[in-house]
């Protein structure tokens, strides 16, 4: 693919103002999250796009996020940046237990639901998936384009991972637990799809509330006090 140049100059303008002030995220409602995105092919000339994966990899950070797809910095195009770390995740507290209060009785709660697992930076172009069985995990998970909500979805607990890398080259990954969910919810993106067509809508919440009842360190509590189980099938496509 010929790099497109009137494409390029517009993302190297808004590498130079993320300089200043960060990229901005777009947010639930405009029509380039709903698109499904080109293939990528090197549309942007080299430099700029490296330029453009380095200020998107500071405001995935900054927010604090694990990924962020080209849709979401207003691109239609098919890439997305991930990463998340064990050793962070541990500093903020995960794996430890916690006790929540329930009908009384003090119910003690895993904060590692969530089976954690490294996922180095990952630049991955084209990425798809597709699941090695049919076993879903039920787990809250936001997105930097809706801010402030969270909502439990079923993702496949094993996929394969496919996409290429920035020389081309392809990979292929077996990815299991909170990886394959970041994986699954970025690749949606690439295809117009957000969390919230997939998600269990009764259990949509506020980050604020979900902190204040500790849903997200207990679904079982989450299903108790919302109503709703998995068997809803609110979280089909
Ligand atoms: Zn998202």
Request: with cysteine.
């Given at each position: 693919?010929v ?46 796009f ?68 490294e ?17 879903k995990?039920?787990f ?43 994986f ?20 949509f ?12 360190y ?20």
């Open positions: 693919m790099v497109d140049e009137s494409l390029t100059k517009i993302v190297e303008k808004t590498v130079k103002r993320a300089k200043w002030k960060g990229l901005s995220v777009v947010e639930v409602g405009d029509p380039v999250l709903r698109k499904k995105c080109q293939k990528y092919e090197g549309q942007i000339a080299h430099e700029t490296k330029k453009l994966l380095h200020a998107m990899r500071s405001c995935m950070l900054s927010k604090p996020g694990v990924g962020l797809a080209a849709p979401q910095v207003g691109l239609p195009l098919s890439f997305a940046i991930m990463e998340d770390h064990v050793a962070g995740a541990k500093r903020k507290g995960e794996g430890a237990q916690i006790e929540l209060r329930e009908g009384g009785r003090m119910e003690k709660a895993r904060k590692d639901d969530r089976e954690f697992a996922l180095p930076f990952l630049v991955a172009l084209n990425p798809s998936y597709k699941p090695i069985t049919s076993k995990a039920y809250y998970e936001g997105c930097l384009s809706l801010p402030g909500f969270q909502a439990v979805v079923g993702r496949y607990l094993d996929i394969e991972a496919r996409w290429e890398d920035e020389g081309g080259e392809e990979h292929m990954k077996k990815l299991h637990g909170w990886p394959a969910r970041i699954q919810h970025e690749a949606d993106h690439l295809c117009g799809i957000l969390y919230i067509d997939k998600c269990i809508t009764r259990s919440s506020s980050n604020d509330n979900c902190e204040k009842f500790l849903f997200p207990s679904i079982s509590r989450a299903k108790k006090e919302l109503g709703f189980s998995p068997q809803m099938k609110s979280d089909e496509a």
